[in-house]
């Protein structure tokens, strides 16, 4: 279990409660996610790449086709055994460990990509770790997939639905974000991209559903019980408000940064 103070106030969230919907409903990224990773250099052939904060791997199995070898490391033991239980090539490593304390060696990788996870990390110790693991001229990519509750009536529902069960819940009424350099960036990086585009991307109601239910303010906070309630009420709305296949505004960031080392 984790709790941040400038996380749903506080409250306690396993993502590995839902490791199965995780698995099942959350490898939602177009085309044009994994095309943009690639123009920006990202997971292409004969690089080392790290992905912190997996999960069920989603990232890593969708990119090691490109070429490049991919070590996915996560918090929670139930998301490594989905992640290790759904790679059938043999060619990703998988790790259970937090994103400041990788037991891997120094200028291990080429890359090391951060998907929908950043916000959780300690900056001040994160930062350093991914200093250290990186080869000298190596990248850090923070991704960020974000829907936009207030150009969709659907998602917006959805999350008025979220907050009747987990009134703490922060993960709501988000805008588009304009990309800043961090505060954290210093002397240790050097700004490579700040790109961002926003794009529909098509669910079903079984599959929104399922991409709901994984959230963390839904089956990684809620008990089972209330997990089971939200659900049966957000299906009956969706069923009400939007056809069997329907689609979400969401906005992909995309932060590239490169070490400076010696």
Request: charged share 25%; with cysteine.
């Amino acid at each position: 279990m984790i709790a941040l103070k400038h996380v749903d106030d506080g409250n306690r969230w396993d993502f590995g409660n839902v490791a199965e919907d995780y698995a099942k409903y959350r490898d939602i990224y177009p085309e044009s996610f994994l095309e943009t990773l690639l123009r920006f250099d990202i997971g292409t052939a004969g690089q080392t790449v790290l992905d912190l904060g997996t999960g069920s791997g989603v990232i890593p199995r969708f990119m090691e086709i490109y070429g490049a070898k991919w070590t996915g490391t996560d918090l929670s033991p139930s998301q490594i055994e989905m992640a290790k239980s759904l790679e059938n090539t043999g060619n990703i490593d998988y790790i259970t460990c937090p994103a400041d304390q990788v037991p891997l060696a120094d200028g291990s990788f080429d890359v090391v990509t951060a998907c929908q996870c950043f916000w959780y990390f300690p900056v001040e110790t994160t930062i350093p770790e991914i200093k250290r693991l990186l080869k000298r001229g190596g990248k850090l990519a923070i991704l960020s997939m974000i829907g936009l509750p207030r150009e969709s009536a659907i998602l917006a529902k959805s999350e008025e639905l979220v907050l009747k069960y987990n009134p703490n819940w922060n993960g709501c009424n988000l805008d588009r974000v304009k990309l800043t350099p961090p505060d954290w960036l210093g002397d240790s990086f050097s700004v490579v991209a700040l790109h961002e585009y926003v794009e529909e991307v098509a669910f079903t109601r079984k599959s929104w559903c399922g991409r709901m239910r994984a959230c963390r303010g839904v089956g990684a906070t809620l008990p089972p019980d209330l997990v089971k309630e939200y659900d049966k009420e957000h299906f009956y709305a969706l069923c009400n408000m939007a056809g069997e296949v329907f689609t979400i505004p969401h906005q992909f960031l995309f932060q590239i940064y490169r070490v400076n080392k010696e």
